[in-house]
């Protein structure tokens, strides 16, 4: 095709043309293309020259760079510079010129550029595209040739920019402009009457006001514009006086949201401030801080308002210069805090204390000065007092001061090993320790943050903290005061330095554990809260490093005591949820060493009993256990679980309780009984799935045949089941030169015989045959054939159709891609290509009272192929999905199943479903009014999407829609009420 002719295809309204074009350009050159175009591009008619503009820049942004040489850039540069003044082109010209500036050789046209930008252009009358295509533009340039800008424009770029911006309200070009603003004050020197210029002209938008759409998730967001506006008018040393001001005039706001952003704003003005501005300006800071606290019980207001007094006394306190300031700074907050702590008012002391903490928090010599004067008198007004309150404020106080100055110790990296309360150390000990006797709960939480920070920096002798660890352990088992055995199990992380914290916590913590355990009731909420406070402290002391071992098995040996406690679900759910908790934390604080014996050994271990008789264990707790398993592999790497598994499965090790006469310790796992089995066989399916194929191939020769015969014999559905995985699993991984041949062939034909008289076999063949055909195994399709045909079997099909969900379900650890499972694409497309018309047939072939499980099939596979493929099959879905919807089975799963597939059709497909609207009403409000909970619920919803189809087809059931959706209303399950209280508005706005 010639390049006239795909031009004038282009401007004719074909926008698939451009990579027709652009594919002529890379044979021809980028002036035939200009040639070709020339007469749209000076046409006289605004539409034409803006379809040619919009035509250059979509070309040019999809040439690579070394198509244009350097005197074809300039041509284009030059014609395009020139077109920036035509109201119609400039949208694209800009665009266009974005794309060349990606050409090394346009930065000796990148001040010419903007100077034509700047003079050409008068951003603030142009749409928003075409403003936002000038702010890109200067974007780009500025951070491709920032060098060449500012030695060949220098005060002319910023008076530019300052002209471009004035003005600008869309939040989509403010937040270019907020990022721009502080790289031009870094690159170019501004004088005080630009600088000025630059300030007013971007502050004008303080404080941000705006408001997002919410129906846009790729909306500018108010909080990125008010972060980039901080930014921005805080970026210059000039800027900082004229942002004290505004912030000062602001923070007047009776709105308390911009009281915030001005408060932050003065903060992060105070960090980048200088030491003459500093001295200038913190009285008035901290007057704004004062007034804010005493006058606003805004929590965000005051924590804005802390936020800027930190920030200022630690600036005080950095710059050296600055030290007589810092003293006098410092006086201030003394001196109105000390007149508050003399009076009544309870919530001028918290205020105080607000500003005590943050100041202890911010600098060493401010938590040295309280040590003196502060600390001793709230010492005095606390045992003088007998005001509760008073006394709870002042001891929240100190356990503050004492959290704020060890936590900025222990932040340091300079060496200091000071607080500025070691003077005062013992008198606050003895004040926090006293408070375990018969102080109210929020006083002994208060001591516990205030001694738990004290041993985080090895403040406290052994005898001291032996003290401290003894009250935590007696708070954390006592049924009182679940808000302090909140702080204490929160607080124990700062222990992890504490020298013999097995011997001194992690065991008589766990003692206590236990005697909790036996005296818990099962109905009372209250003591499943307080087993939950015990058992996170214990989770977070068994993160140290010399307590995991020890924690572990405690934790285990409660979950495998499950038959002999007599306690309910819950609590060894909970007791689960902590042990996976406890493996995923260690894991995440620091590598394991030898992290197979020490997290993995113990799991396995766990049912491997030397009784000889597994825990019986809920299906919760299998989960927890699934998932601290896995995290133990991880920990422990591919090498160490394999040896793991060599060491347990293939060679028995220790296992003499269980090995037996059998020739391998996997054979004589058959002999188990019931759960037992499956239990047995759930560390080797886990740690089978973490690893690669590479680590199966050392393991296949001894495992292979023991656990193909495990599958041929276990008689337990969990039991073979678990079995079948680790199978699949060497089926799925192994190389296809390592997997025996005539094993697969084999396992089929005897599964296939077999199956009549152990249908629980056929999941077994669904696990084995979803292995084969995720990775496109040739023997796939004869097991999956062999599957299907299974259904026919009245003895099997129920099991059957179970199987092939199995094949089509994705599970998170068993045959998944990102434990190294061979995962083809598309392999879910090719087993629905192959086997819906075979079950098609069948379908047709059988009796109706037959046809439920090839039915229950079908659906199935409907609901796991993507959409896309449901939708190209319509002519062969749908007849299936009103064949299924006008059944008169009673099997709630395939009605449950079609209700899904319509719901995703509804939306979709809604023309090719209209027609049918009449059965899919009467059939789904049958189902909606009686069945169980979820095909209720599910038709519902379906009755509530119908509303998406065509007006004209479903605008006469409106009436009798309201009707029965009314009568869902009195429905006895809540859940059922809510979807028809929504899906009857829906039709009443019809």
């Known amino acids: 095709m010639a390049m006239e002719d795909a031009c004038a295809q282009f401007m004719g309204g074909d926008d698939d043309m451009v990579a027709t074009i652009v594919s002529l350009v890379k044979q021809t050159d980028i002036l035939s293309f200009v040639e070709a175009l020339n007469g749209s591009l000076t046409s006289t008619e605004d539409h034409e020259r803006r379809r040619g503009a919009l035509l250059m820049a979509k070309v040019l942004k999809q040439l690579p760079p070394p198509t244009i040489s350097q005197a074809e850039g300039k041509l284009l540069v030059d014609f395009l510079t020139s077109r920036l003044h035509d109201h119609a082109s400039v949208t694209s010209c800009a665009r266009a010129l974005t794309s060349l500036a990606a050409y090394p050789y346009f930065q000796e046209f990148a001040a010419k550029v903007l100077r034509s930008s700047f003079t050409l252009v008068y951003v603030q009358v142009q749409n928003f595209q075409a403003r936002q295509a000038i702010f890109k533009l200067d974007r780009v340039l500025i951070e491709k040739y920032p060098d060449t800008l500012v030695s060949a424009l220098g005060r002319e770029f910023v008076a530019g920019f300052v002209q471009q911006i004035d003005g600008e309200k869309d939040p989509r070009c403010l937040s270019i402009i907020f990022e721009l603003v502080p790289t031009i004050n870094q690159l170019f020197t501004l004088d005080e009457k630009l600088a000025l210029e630059l300030f007013e002209v971007t502050s004008c938008y303080f404080p941000i006001t705006f408001n997002p759409s919410p129906n846009d998730p790729n909306a500018v967001t108010k909080e990125q514009l008010v972060s980039a506006l901080r930014r921005c008018i805080t970026s210059h ?55 804010e606290l005493d006058r606003n019980a805004d929590e965000q207001v005051q924590r804005a308002a802390v936020s800027a007094f930190a920030v200022t006394l630690t600036r005080l306190e950095t710059d050296r210069s600055t030290n007589d300031t810092f003293a006098s700074f410092l006086a201030l907050a003394i001196d109105k805090c000390k007149h508050h702590l003399e009076g009544d008012d309870n919530s001028l002391l918290t205020t105080a204390g607000k500003l005590l903490v943050a100041a202890a928090g911010s600098s060493q010599r401010a938590a040295t000065a309280f040590s003196s004067s502060i600390v001793p008198h709230l010492t005095r007004v606390y045992h003088k007092d007998t005001n509760t309150s008073k006394r709870t404020t002042i001891l929240a106080i100190l356990s503050g001061i004492t959290a704020a100055s060890c936590a900025l110790l222990a932040a340091r990296d300079d060496g200091e090993t000071t607080t500025g309360l070691e003077s ?85 913590l766990v003692a206590s554990l236990n005697t909790v355990l036996e005296q818990v009731s099962q109905s009372d909420l209250d003591e499943m809260q307080r087993v939950e406070d015990v058992l996170e402290a214990v989770t977070s002391v068994g993160v140290q490093r010399d307590c995991t071992s020890f924690v572990l098995d405690a934790l285990l040996t409660i979950v495998a005591n499950t038959s002999s406690m007599a306690l309910d679900d819950a609590c060894f759910d909970q007791v689960a949820t902590y042990t996976s908790s406890l493996i995923s934390r260690r894991t995440a604080a620091e590598p394991v060493q ?17 009784s000889g008789t597994p825990p019986n264990l809920s299906e919760t707790v299998m989960k927890c256990l ?13 090498d160490a679980v394999s040896a793991l598994v060599n060491s347990i499965f293939v060679e028995g090790t220790d296992m003499k309780t269980y090995a037996g006469k059998s020739s391998s310790f996997v054979e004589s796992l058959v002999t188990l009984d019931g759960k037992a089995v499956a239990l047995a066989f759930w560390p080797l399916s886990t740690m089978l799935s973490f690893l690669p194929g590479s680590k199966l191939e050392t393991l296949a020769p001894k495992l292979l045949s023991p656990l193909q015969n495990a599958v041929l014999t276990i008689e337990s559905p969990d039991g073979l089941v678990r079995s079948a995985e680790c199978l699949a699993l060497f089926f799925n991984k192994l190389p296809a030169d390592k997997l025996p041949q005539d094993m697969v062939d084999g396992l089929l034909q005897q599964l296939v015989s077999k199956c009549p008289e152990v249908p629980q076999l056929a999941l077994a063949l669904g696990l084995v045959c979803k292995a084969l055909i995720m990775r496109a195994y040739p023997s796939a399709r004869a097991y999956c054939d062999a599957l299907i045909a299974l259904i026919a079997n009245p003895a099997v099909c129920k099991l059957a159709t179970e199987a092939v969900k199995a094949v089509v379900t994705d599970d998170d650890i068993v045959l998944s891609a990102k434990y190294h499972a061979t995962k083809r694409l598309m ?75 319509l719901a995703v059709l509804v939306s979709d497909a809604p023309d090719q479903l209209s027609p049918y609207t009449n059965t899919i009403i009467n059939h789904t409000s049958t189902a909606a009014l009686d069945g169980p909970l979820q095909l209720r619920l599910a038709a519902v919803q379906l009755l509530g999407s119908l509303v998406i189809l065509p007006t004209e087809e479903i605008i006469r059931y409106k009436a009798q829609m309201i009707k029965t959706l009314g009568k869902c209303l009195g429905d006895h399950k809540r859940k059922v009420r809510q979807a028809a209280a929504a899906a009857r508005t829906q039709w009443y706005l019809l």
């Open 237 to 291: 040393p000039m800027f900082i006086p004229h942002c004290f001001e505004l912030t000062f005039d602001k923070v007047a706001s009776l709105i308390d949201d911009v009281k915030v952003d001005s408060l932050l704003t003065m903060a992060a003005a105070t960090e980048k401030a200088s030491d003459a501005d500093l001295l200038t300006y913190y009285k008035e800071i901290f007057q704004c801080v004062q007034t």
């Open 827 to 901: 392999y879910k497309q090719r087993f629905f290509v192959e086997q819906v018309p075979c079950l098609i047939s069948s379908l047709d072939a059988a009796d109706a009272a037959e046809k439920g499980p090839f039915l229950q099939a079908l659906m199935t596979l409907l609901l796991a192929v993507p959409k896309q493929v449901l939708l190209q099959q319509l002519p062969t879905v749908l007849p299936l999905l009103f064949q299924a919807l006008t059944s008169e089975t009673d099997d709630a799963d395939i009605k449950h199943s079609t209700f899904d597939t």
């Open 424 to 508: 005062v150390k013992d008198d606050l000990f003895g004040l926090f320790s006293s408070m375990f006797t018969s102080a109210p709960g929020p006083h002994q939480a208060a001591a516990a943050r205030g001694l738990a920070a004290f041993i985080s920096v090895h403040m406290l002798t052994d005898a001291e903290v032996d003290i401290v660890l003894q009250h935590f352990v007696n708070i954390l088992a006592s049924d009182e005061n679940a808000t302090v055995r909140s702080v204490i199990a929160n607080a124990i992380p700062q222990l992890r330095f504490v020298p013999g914290l097995l011997e001194r916590f992690a065991k008589p």
């Open 626 to 638: 699934t998932t601290a398993l896995i995290d133990g592999c991880e920990a422990a790497g591919q």
């Open 594 to 610: 030898n992290a197979a014996a020490v997290l993995l050994t113990p799991l396995v271990r766990l049912v491997f009993p030397e």
